[in-house]
């Protein structure tokens, strides 16, 4: 049995100040071929514990729909309840990079709604905005772009769209359907987002698309090892999610519980949520998080 030493444990006392992390930064780690650690994120308290633990990047997601108000989607989060998600994690951080959901609803109709809806997280703290869609969402990227704001895609399983997808399904495993993948990854780069989450998308595929992409950070879930960095859930990391995540009853295979099992999958001893997350930040850039055979497809 896996016991992680808790005096040596990052997370135990607070880490000193570090550099504010900036997309200049970001993208020198990257390029330096060191993964980026994100988690999600709503409120000051935890952004402030994240921080402290090392995370890059810090998400407030949609997925508030699920872990917080405790719904079955994400379909129902208004921007309001996202602005004011945002402005709460952006008084507890220090240093990592903010950056936020735009949720259904607020940007699909045309590029100058996108805009409006980007300018609110924005003025709550958001340093980037993340959307949902391949290419039809070109537009609306580059008209962003073009004004000075971030984007960060979303490629694979997009929750704010499962019931058109049948449901949380692994995406791109025909060759149409990669080919498909390929091709929005492609108009995403060129759009001029920075970053892309691929989720639920197979390791090889993810690899690919990543080598693919280099100027275009990878942000992978359920999407092997060998993306430009890893997202989770912060209540999936911390096992508290079983049933109100979004993925039923059934933890799901990317997830590891961080405050209880050890890199090699054995139970070790329970560590708070602090020590939990510099494990993470940890593992992920040494590549032990996630395991191609565990956590891929």
Known sequence: MSVHPSANLPGNSPAPARPAVTLHRLREQVARGEPLAMLTCYDATYAALLDAAGVDLLLVGDSLGNVIQGQSGTQSVTLEQMAYHTAC???????????????????????????????????????????????EMVATVRFLVDRGIPVCAHLGLTPQRVHALGGFRVQGRDDAAAAA??????????????????????????????????????????????????????????????????????????????????????????????QAVAIYVADVRARRFPDAQRHGF
């Open 89 to 135: 994690v952006a008084r507890g951080r220090r240093s990592a990079f903010l950056l936020a959901d735009l949720p259904f609803g607020c940007y699909e109709a045309s590029p100058q709604q996108a805009f409006e809806s980007a300018a609110v997280l924005m003025r709550a703290g958001a340093q980037m905005v993340k959307l949902e869609g391949g290419g």
């Open 181 to 274: 993948l390929r091709a929005d990854a492609t108009a995403m780069a060129d759009a001029g987002a920075a970053m892309l989450v691929l989720e639920l998308v197979p390791t090889a595929l993810a690899t690919e698309i990543t080598q693919a992409h280099p100027a275009m950070a990878t942000i992978g879930i359920g999407a092997g090892p060998h993306t430009a960095g890893q997202v989770l859930v912060l209540h999936d990391a911390l096992g508290l999610t079983s049933d109100v995540s979004g993925h039923g009853a059934r933890r799901p295979r990317f997830v590891r519980d961080f405050t209880r099992e050890a890199a090699d999958g054995q139970p070790c001893a329970t560590l708070s949520p602090g």
